[in-house]
């Protein structure tokens, strides 16, 4: 929306500031940081008054869990607020990817507020049912991923890109649609399961959200493109910004989430935040460096479904518990020294990510 200050230039004064992508990713930074801390407190409260006993606590989980009975969830409204409101007031409004990337973002949260809605009222662990979920999950991911490959360059359109492999890309054709789709859902369960402990997810989604910053500006320049030897994707610069309200929006909403957490990001954040990961991979050709910065996510998600095919094939449990976050909770790991040792991991697979873009 303030883009449209740069109609106000002459060049070199105030208002030529607004056409660089990098200061408004910092005005949006700024805007869902102190968005954050504004209206933190004034949510928390009125989600306190409104859920009564908070999010149930599975009775079957670590015991350590007992204590946080009657913490409020929901706080992804917090970080969804202060980003969208931060994107729409910084981002360029005629950028297709933008609006993509949001729609994705918006149509996650309204999927697991719902579900977090559903368990706060019936106060049980089940909330909208998992194929309901999954099925409108991928009707929003195949939306979005059919206007992602609609907006890419001819060249790209329909192509699997690889790290490392410059000149190599694969032809999906019309199976690019139901890729990105898996692509999306996947990222958005995965962040989904990886939420449960106090802060845990949030660290890793905004180091995965800076890195992917960095990778879509990038690779909408195209003298980046070419000293980097990477595809060029035109207008997904744009993006820093929507990446840079996230950092600002979870930075805030981090705040309150420490431990010992005073709201949990639920469903409704963490769905979110996962599936805008999903969606800005697919948009800027970068899918499977995603799941290399997101490894962390995966591992967990992984974690899940070897426990549950074990566990039906034999009885018998590979894990203590699963997500594997809960596995060391069970061996005895102290809450923050796994919630650090994960943002530590997290952060090497990151850096790990970035390499691949001049690795080639």
């Not at 109609?7 to 660089?20: A, I």
């Not at 199976?175 to 958005?188: D, H, T």
């Not at 566990?311 to 923050?336: D, N, S």
């Amino acid at each position: 929306m303030l883009y449209w200050l740069t109609t106000l230039s002459e060049g070199g004064d105030f208002f030529n500031l607004f056409r660089y992508i990098t200061f408004r990713a910092g005005g949006a930074f700024l805007t869902a940081l102190v968005f954050g801390f504004l209206f933190g407190p004034p949510l928390i409260n009125v989600l306190r008054r409104t859920q009564g006993k908070g999010q149930p606590i599975r009775l079957d989980g670590p015991e350590g869990h007992l204590v946080k009975a009657g913490t409020p969830t929901m706080g992804g409204l917090l970080i969804i607020a202060a980003l969208t409101t931060s994107t729409l007031l910084w981002a360029r409004l005629d950028n297709s990817y933008v609006w993509m990337v949001l729609f994705v973002t918006l149509g996650f949260a309204a999927i697991g507020f719902a579900d977090d809605w559903a368990k706060v009222k019936k106060q049980s662990s089940a909330g909208v049912p998992g194929r309901v979920r999954l099925l409108i999950g991928f009707v929003i991911a195949g939306l979005a991923a059919a206007w992602a490959a609609w907006h890419h360059p001819a060249e790209l359109t329909g192509q699997l890109a690889f790290p490392i492999f410059k000149a190599y890309l694969l032809d999906l054709g019309v199976l690019f649609v139901p890729f990105g789709m898996i692509v999306i859902v996947g990222a958005a369960n995965a962040v989904n399961l990886t939420d449960g402990l106090d802060g845990l997810a949030i660290m890793p989604v905004m180091i995965a959200a800076g890195t992917f910053g960095i990778i879509a500006y990038a690779v909408g320049r195209t003298d980046f493109t070419e000293y980097l030897d990477v595809h060029y994707v035109p207008d997904t610069g744009e993006l820093l910004i929507f990446t840079a309200a996230l950092i600002g929006g979870g930075l805030g909403f981090l705040w309150y989430n420490a431990p010992p957490a005073a709201v949990f990001m639920g469903d409704t954040g963490s769905l979110a935040l996962g599936g805008a990961l999903g969606a800005i991979a697919v948009a800027t050709k970068h899918e499977i460096v995603l799941a290399i910065v997101g490894g962390l996510f995966v591992v967990e998600a992984l974690s899940v479904i070897i426990q549950v095919f074990y566990f039906k094939r034999t009885g018998k449990r590979v894990f203590l518990m699963a997500p594997i976050h809960h596995h060391y909770e069970k061996k005895g790991w102290a809450e923050p020294q796994i919630v650090i040792r994960f943002w530590i991991i997290a952060l090497i697979l990151a850096m790990i990510g970035l390499a691949t873009l001049k690795v080639r």
